[in-house]
């Protein structure tokens, strides 16, 4: 008979040879993962999560249907006022209707919300007992609904419990929200992929937002026909979104060198850094942008580049929702936030704005020729994808080479040339700077340490771009 110590010694190598992942290991035993970011300070895994997605021509008259499935007894419907007179909002509303499904519709939300406009759709869903959230619009409309789904679930939390640090307390989403239904219009932000509400926190006259798995939709309902009523510049700057999500989530920090390493799987943030699930969709998304975009905003009445923008979209968000963005987005935010007196063509608003795509797409050349040393082969690869002949280029010219297709792309499409045409000017520089400052969520990704005198020069370098 085999004696006892030998039975402990063989007990104890099986226990260090067992599989350790949790479905296998013992409740007690630490893993591998926990004890490698007590040594380690950057991350060793990744996660990828993302909303159920329906696409197809006319599916979003399918929404009663889920709505009843879902047993749905009281909906909140949010969208804008321009879009509520428009076929999207209709079609929904018909097929909410015929289904027997009650519903109430607010339609306050603000293009480029504010935290005032944030707060004042979630006071209308508290004032109600919603069970499920209807979201009929683009990422400005998703976004609000997503907050107020959030604030509605979490009646005793401050507005700033969830906003993104270092403005909010960034405390991490741990109880259950209502079911939410985002049927996105536009093609570009992808926000009905994500778990992430982007707003201006006026005080600070700064974009930041709230970001938690917990937010992404239960369903997003894709319908490319929605896209036919979009305004050109409108289909152009949501194309740009769509661009840089791509360009910026191919390119981020790799995930394994992202740091902290979390102590807890909760505490991974929702943009943790390229990984190779999140370079196929980007990638994809890329290659759609480069062979569809300029056709989608020429041609309104091109169903097949039109929905194929708006696939492109989706892709992209499911790439960026868990990877992240890095600099054109973190810059972004100050530049939309400033907005002095610029009107944007094709938007009916009556206050003063850049669009987000357009504020995204204007530092595109200048951070792409400032990131690109760390990773020249994929800016080279984005360029080719683009359209540029790299045959004979050397990889110290990856990020000459991308900035200067990124130029021609923006020409071919009448962007605006440089943050001076919209109203900026080199004084302004150092407010643009602070205001980038507290980005922190998106900008440490980038593949490139910057300093503060680097996103000067960033900014100084986008006033023009021809």
């Known amino acids: ?75 909140c419907l949010m969208t804008d006022r321009n879009l509520s007179r428009l076929p999207p909002v209709q079609d929904v509303l018909e097929s909410l209707s015929s289904h027997g499904v009650k519903f109430k519709v607010y339609d306050g939300v603000r293009v480029e919300p504010t935290d005032t406009s944030f707060k004042d759709a979630i006071e209308f869903a508290k004032r109600d007992s919603f069970d499920v959230f209807v979201a009929v619009g683009g990422g400005s409309v998703i976004d609000t609904c997503k907050a107020a789904n959030l604030y509605v679930c979490h009646p005793d939390a401050d507005f700033l419990d969830f906003v993104n640090a270092p403005i909010g307390k960034g405390k991490p989403v741990t109880g259950a929200l209502k079911p939410l239904i985002a049927v996105p219009t536009t093609a570009g932000t992808g926000s009905e992929t994500t778990g992430v509400a982007i707003f201006d926190y006026e005080p600070l006259k700064a974009k930041t937002g709230i970001a938690s798995r917990a937010l992404r939709p239960t369903l997003g309902i894709v319908d490319p026909l929605h896209t036919l009523s979009l305004p050109e510049r409108v289909a ?80 992209a968000g499911i790439g960026f929702g868990n990877a992240g963005v890095h600099l054109c987005h973190g810059m972004s935010y100050p530049i939309a936030g400033n907005v002095k007196t610029h009107l944007a063509k094709g938007y009916s608003v009556e206050h003063p704005l850049v669009p987000h795509g357009l504020s995204v797409v204007l530092t595109a050349p200048a951070v792409f020729n400032f990131t690109a040393p760390m990773c020249p082969e994929r800016h080279l690869e984005a360029a080719e994808i683009l359209g540029a002949d790299i045959r004979q ?51 440490k990704l980038s593949p490139r340490a910057h300093s503060e005198d680097d996103l000067s020069q960033l900014f100084e370098a986008s006033m023009k771009l021809y």
Not at 407 to 425: I, K, N, P, T
């Open 393 to 443: 280029v050397k990889q110290e010219d990856a990020g000459a080479i991308l900035a200067d297709t990124l130029r021609h792309f923006l020409y071919d499409l009448q962007v605006e040339d440089g943050l001076g045409a919209v109203g900026y000017s080199r004084e302004d520089v150092p407010a643009l700077v602070k205001g980038t400052i507290p980005q922190e969520r998106v900008t």
């Open 1 to 75: 008979m085999v004696g006892r110590a030998r039975v402990v010694q063989l007990l104890r190598q099986i226990e260090r040879a067992a599989c350790r992942c949790p479905a296998h290991s013992n409740t007690f035993h630490p893993g591998v993962g926990a004890a490698t970011c007590i040594l380690r300070k950057t991350d060793y895994a990744f996660e990828m999560a993302s909303s159920n997605i329906r696409y197809g021509e006319g599916v979003s008259r399918e929404i009663g249907m889920d709505l009843q499935n879902l047993g749905a007894r009281n909906v």
């Open 236 to 315: 152009a700057n949501s194309g740009f979104d769509v661009l840089c999500h791509a360009l910026e989530s191919y390119t981020a920090l790799p995930f394994n060198q992202r740091s902290p390493c979390p102590p807890n799987p909760m505490n991974r943030p929702a943009y943790q850094g390229s990984n190779p699930i999140s370079d196929v969709w980007s990638r994809h998304a890329l290659h759609l942008v480069a062979q569809y975009m300029k056709r989608s905003v020429r041609d309104p009445e091109d169903l097949e580049a039109r929905s194929s923008m708006h696939l492109a979209s989706v892709f």
